[in-house]
């Protein structure tokens, strides 16, 4: 290990750590784990830290920008640039950055690519920033234009800059900006990429053409950097689960720098010391700290405000913030195994809300002390070509677990003629909706041999009932949806709304880009489940949606 001061490492690494572990600065549990990780990487004997290239890059942002580096920025800044295996190579090329609205990750990123394309000094390193809106991905690149803007006198020599890019002239390397459109990066050869708020992410499609492009330059890096968000089952859940992974050891060899900034407990926002564990920056921005405390004074009253701050600011995910029908956790436990159904009697229901929409479908059998949920979801075109909802429905749609529509609506015999496919595996004894879905079904369900077709309740007095029956089935993890992601997006999306006498009401999160009728639909069968015999000792649900 190259090192030319007194300390075990490099300041900038030694003074975090030591910071953290004195308790200086407020950490998470995922930071503590971090700390035990790099320790273990930094001693192998192939590892290297070049003060050097940490000096350089240091100092080239100090020169230029209107701040002073952070802790935690001089750390991670650190190992982006003076890291190295024996070989040369990046001991860490992918870096996961996940911190509470409001700590500077834009400036920090600004700043990263400032030096990447410049003073790195490596020939035609192209750093592109990229985001799911152009306000987004504008952000960090403006800043440098700033910048260079503030010290244009001194800086013209050496960059050339438009509004769409900046460019480094004695390296030929530029920085540029992009939208996740997959239809604009013909010919991209970038050193590095900047995921900006990768939250928005549905899928690793979009990602995978940015990524694809790298290893034409030396010292490839990638960056996702992020708050949380509310979309679950998505490319940002997947990070934090392998960043987990790799923190307990489970992943070897990875080369990905896990820097997660959360709560350990939604509990903790009520101690205003513990935000730090959220926003490492929030001692040094007093600004920053006053308009969260109002924030936060605000949340009692302000449902809406209390999923924002909690998701953005704490980077607890959004569900928490709401009386949940579970948490995420017992959600996912969920994905179990189908058990054996064939010839097995069962409930069969239906929910949708509208007939250009989405419609959510499914079978409910019990068995072994079970609810085996089995679940199709039909979707129109209309609906898909309108809105981006934050699922990744292409996928459920090659699982099998979604049909696309390309009616004008969703006529009722897609439906009819699912359940009559089922209806030569399963003994479907009823079929359940709501009183306005029934009878605009009626016709055709009745035509293809379903004669019991009974109306389903809702309303509080209905959840209410139910409530203790769903509590319990997530609580003690006795329902399996199987490996069916929309069923869990589904859930995910309800939250429990109480009155002043105790009774409940299940309610839609967010009524434009989330759904619920896979769920509702298990509602629905769940009201009927005493008309399943009773040595089916398992009880299974399967729905689907159109």
């Given at each position: 290990?190259?090192?030319t001061?007194?300390?075990?490492?490099?300041?900038?690494?030694?003074v975090?750590?030591?910071?953290?572990?004195?308790?200086?600065?407020?950490?998470s549990?995922?930071?503590?784990?971090?700390?035990?990780?790099?320790?273990?990487?930094?001693?192998k004997?192939?590892?290297?830290?070049?003060?050097?290239?940490?000096?350089?890059?240091?100092e080239?942002?100090?020169?230029?920008?209107p701040?002073?580096?952070?802790?935690?920025?001089?750390f991670?800044?650190?190992?982006?640039?003076?890291?190295?295996?024996?070989?040369?190579?990046l001991?860490?090329n992918?870096?996961?950055?996940?911190?509470?609205?409001?700590?500077?990750?834009?400036?920090?990123?600004?700043a990263?690519?400032?030096?990447?394309?410049?003073?790195?000094?490596?020939?035609?390193?192209?750093?592109?920033?990229?985001?799911t809106?152009?306000?987004?991905?504008?952000?960090?690149?403006?800043?440098?234009?700033?910048?260079?803007?503030?010290h244009?006198k001194?800086?013209?020599?050496?960059?050339?800059?438009?509004?769409?890019?900046?460019?480094?002239?004695?390296t030929?390397?530029?920085?540029?900006?992009?939208?996740?459109?997959?239809k604009?990066?013909?010919?991209?050869?970038?050193?590095?990429?900047?995921?900006?708020e990768?939250?928005?992410?549905?899928?690793e499609?979009?990602?995978?053409?940015?990524?694809?492009?790298?290893?034409?330059v030396p010292r490839?890096?990638?960056?996702?950097?992020t708050?949380?968000?509310?979309?679950?089952?998505?490319?940002?859940?997947?990070?934090?689960?392998?960043?987990?992974?790799i923190?307990?050891?489970?992943i070897?060899?990875s080369?990905?720098?896990?820097?997660i900034?959360?709560?350990?407990?939604?509990?903790?926002?009520?101690?205003?010391?513990?935000?730090?564990?959220?926003?490492?920056?929030?001692?040094?921005?007093?600004?920053?700290?006053?308009?969260?405390?109002?924030?936060?004074?605000?949340?009692?009253?302000?449902k809406s405000?209390?999923?924002?701050?909690?998701?953005?600011?704490?980077n607890?995910?959004?569900?928490?913030?709401?009386?949940?029908i579970?948490v995420?956790?017992?959600?996912?436990a969920?994905?179990?195994?189908?058990?054996?159904?064939?010839?097995?009697?069962?409930?069969?229901?239906?929910d949708y809300?509208?007939?250009?929409?989405?419609?959510?479908?499914?079978?409910?059998?019990?068995?072994?002390?079970?609810?085996?949920?089995?679940?199709?979801?039909?979707?129109?075109?209309?609906?898909?070509?309108?809105?981006?909802?934050k699922?990744?429905?292409?996928?459920?749609?090659?699982?099998?677990?979604?049909?696309?529509?390309?009616d004008?609506?969703?006529?009722?015999?897609?439906?009819?003629?699912?359940?009559?496919e089922?209806?030569?595996?399963?003994?479907?004894k009823l079929?359940?909706?709501?009183?306005?879905?029934?009878?605009?079904?009626?016709?055709?369900?009745?035509?293809?041999?379903?004669?019991?077709?009974?109306?389903?309740?809702?309303?509080?007095?209905t959840?209410?009932?139910?409530?203790?029956?769903?509590?319990d089935?997530?609580?003690?993890?006795?329902?399996?949806?199987?490996?069916?992601l929309?069923?869990?997006?589904?859930?995910?999306?309800v939250?429990?709304k109480?009155?002043?006498?105790?009774?409940i009401?299940?309610?839609?999160?967010?009524?434009?880009?989330?759904?619920?009728?896979?769920?509702?639909?298990?509602?629905?069968?769940?009201?009927?489940?005493?008309?399943?015999?009773k040595?089916?000792?398992?009880?299974?649900?399967k729905?689907?949606?159109?």
């Open positions: 290990m190259m090192t001061s007194n300390y075990r490492y490099h300041e900038y690494i030694d975090y750590f030591q910071k953290v572990a004195d308790g200086e600065i407020i950490a549990k995922e930071i503590h784990e971090l700390i035990t990780y790099l320790k273990i990487v930094l001693d004997p192939n590892v290297y830290i070049d003060e050097n290239e940490i000096s350089k890059a240091a080239n942002i100090h020169e230029y920008f701040f002073e580096l952070l802790d935690w920025e001089k991670i800044l650190a190992f982006v640039v003076g890291v190295f295996y024996e070989d040369g190579s001991v860490f992918e870096f996961f950055l996940m911190l509470g609205r409001g700590a500077g990750k834009n400036g920090f990123i600004a990263l690519s400032f030096y990447l394309i410049g003073k790195q000094n490596i020939a035609k390193y192209d750093v592109a920033i990229v985001a809106s152009q306000e987004q991905a504008k952000t960090s690149f403006m800043d440098v234009h700033g910048v260079l803007e503030d244009w001194k800086l013209k020599r050496f960059f050339k800059k438009t509004l769409k890019m900046i460019g480094y002239l004695k030929r390397s530029k920085l540029i900006y992009y939208t996740n459109n997959a604009t990066k013909d010919g991209l050869r970038p050193g590095a990429i900047i995921f900006d990768v939250h928005a992410y549905e899928d499609e979009n990602i995978k053409v940015f990524t694809s492009a790298l290893g034409k490839p890096r990638r960056f996702y950097i708050t949380d968000g509310n979309l679950r089952d998505g490319f940002l859940d997947r990070m934090k689960e392998e960043a987990k992974m923190l307990r050891g489970e070897k060899n080369r990905m720098f896990p820097f900034c959360r709560l350990d407990s939604a509990d903790e926002v009520h101690d205003f010391q513990m935000w730090e564990k959220a926003n490492p920056s929030i001692r040094h921005f007093p600004d920053l700290r006053l308009e969260m405390e109002i924030e936060y004074n605000n949340l009692e009253h302000r405000a209390k999923l924002e701050f909690m998701t953005k600011r704490m607890i995910p959004s569900v928490d913030a709401y009386d949940a579970a995420w956790e017992k959600i996912k969920t994905n179990k195994p189908i058990p054996e159904l064939k010839g097995m009697t069962c409930i069969g229901a239906i809300s509208d007939t250009t929409d989405f419609v959510g479908v499914g079978l409910l059998f019990k068995k072994d002390g079970k609810y085996v949920w089995l679940h199709h979801t039909f979707i129109n075109k209309k609906s898909i070509k309108n809105y981006n909802y699922v990744d429905w292409r996928l459920a749609k090659e699982q099998g677990y979604v049909t696309i529509i390309k004008e609506t969703n006529k009722p015999e897609h439906i009819a003629k699912w359940f009559a089922q209806a030569r595996h399963y003994k479907i079929i359940t909706a709501d009183m306005y879905r029934i009878n605009y079904l009626r016709e055709e369900f009745e035509a293809m041999g379903f004669s019991k077709l009974e109306i389903a309740r809702s309303g509080s007095k959840h209410t009932q139910l409530q203790p029956i769903v509590e089935l997530f609580a003690y993890e006795n329902l399996i949806f199987g490996d069916d929309m069923m869990r997006w589904y859930t995910n999306n939250y429990i109480r009155d002043g006498k105790g009774n009401t299940y309610e839609k999160i967010d009524p434009k880009f989330r759904k619920t009728d896979g769920f509702f639909a298990l509602l629905h069968a769940l009201q009927y489940e005493s008309e399943l015999p040595q089916q000792k398992l009880v299974v649900f729905a689907r949606t159109y």
